[in-house]
């Protein structure tokens, strides 16, 4: 029956999946071909749902991985499992200033590239963006000056930002599947805001500046007509369900409910992440079903995974009842961090146990 809902929901929203939702009244023509990418990749997520299944997301994961970088088709989930992640994540980290690689170095010709590819195979593309602070020119870690604050009435730092967001709109809107047609994908702007490690999170901004924000980034995408994102929000850890929302753009401006919760070592580190998590995301997807929206795991991991059944002892179980689309891990570095890796690679302790997780999950990985 959700699936049902979805889909008719999905083929009514013919233009974005929020925001500027129109409804079949409004249209003259609502054939598939008018429904927006973004409705189509929302239907696909909903559809895992209704399955009880969810897409397992690696962020640059066909990028690099432990001892190669940038090997046509290579990916340590795949040479671990078998198959591809169900999810590929990418960053936008760097393209406001015009860059042709991210902030890890990723040129954004091959993200477009084998963002089609992961499409091709059923995968799901997520975007997040490590955006450069637009006072000082330093990383979005450099929390030396607020600009949220300015944003209203200080035209150099608007300007700044909107010209920033319009570089990511155009790279967004311009990628393309293998047949040329607009390539739906999540973004997922100014996550972690809860807490205030970037410049646009809590103690640099308040709640009314960062939504300015997010309305500011909704409106330069629609105002170019980008139909192809589906919008997730994701605060970080231990927030209330008040708190959470605190900060939320509205309904009309995003599609996933999601959030980053990162495991940690330590004698109560597992204690801590599966009480993170129960305090957190059963109420995130209560809200994603109340209000027609896809809840996600956004970002999780636990770096250098020193603890070997992680994947199958500690995040299964942990997830396995809750109806999220996607649970993402983040990137296997370890060419310039040799401990920050979140998936293991071939003959990496923990390889079995992931692959046990692989095969009997519920987890989507792809061909
Ligand atoms: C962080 C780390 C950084 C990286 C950033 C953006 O969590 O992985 O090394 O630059 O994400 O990908």
């Not at 709109?169 to 973004?187: R, T, W």
Request: aromatic share 12%; hydrophobic share 40%.
């Amino acid at each position: 029956m959700k699936k049902i809902t979805s889909l008719l929901a999905a083929s009514l929203m013919l233009f974005s999946c929020s925001g500027t939702k129109e409804s079949a009244d409004d249209s003259t023509a609502a054939t598939a071909d008018s429904v927006a990418p973004s409705a189509r990749l929302a239907a696909r997520l909903d559809s895992a749902v209704a399955q009880g299944r969810y897409f397992f997301g690696h962020h640059d994961d066909t990028a690099y991985g432990n001892g190669w970088k940038y090997v046509k088709g290579n990916s340590d989930v795949k040479a671990v499992t078998g198959q591809y992640p169900g999810l590929m994540s990418w960053d936008l980290g760097l393209i406001e200033v015009d860059s042709t690689k991210n902030l890890d170095g990723v040129p954004f010709e091959f993200i477009a590239s084998e963002a089609a590819d992961h499409d091709a195979r059923g995968g799901v593309n997520a975007i997040s963006w490590h955006v450069l602070n637009p006072i000082t020119g330093g990383s979005s870690w450099d929390v030396s000056a607020a600009p949220l604050p300015l944003m209203a009435d200080n035209p150099a730092v608007r300007d700044t930002l909107v010209a920033w967001i319009d570089r990511a709109a155009d790279f967004i809107g311009s990628l393309k599947d293998k047949e040329g047609n607009p390539l739906p994908v999540i973004f997922r702007p100014w996550h972690e805001n809860s807490g205030s490690w970037f410049w646009w999170g809590s103690d640099h901004s308040s709640p009314e500046e960062y939504i300015a924000l997010w309305k500011l980034t909704r409106e330069r995408f629609d105002a170019k007509g980008v139909d192809n994102v589906l919008w997730a929000y994701s605060p970080d850890k231990d927030l209330t369900r008040e708190q959470y929302f605190a900060t939320y753009p509205g309904d009309e401006y995003v599609d996933i409910l999601g959030t980053d919760i990162y495991a940690f070592d330590g004698a109560d580190g597992e204690e801590q992440f599966r009480s993170r998590i129960s305090n957190q995301l059963p109420y995130v997807c209560d809200e994603a079903r109340k209000r027609g929206k896809i809840a996600a795991f956004t970002e999780t991991g636990l770096e250098g995974l020193e603890v070997t059944d992680w994947y199958t002892r500690v995040l299964e179980p942990a997830i396995k009842d809750l109806p999220i689309a996607y649970v993402c891990v983040w990137r296997n570095g370890t060419h310039d961090r040799p401990q920050h890796f979140y998936v293991p690679y071939p003959g990496h302790k923990g390889a079995d146990d992931f692959k046990k997780f692989h095969d009997n999950s519920n987890a989507i990985f792809v061909e």
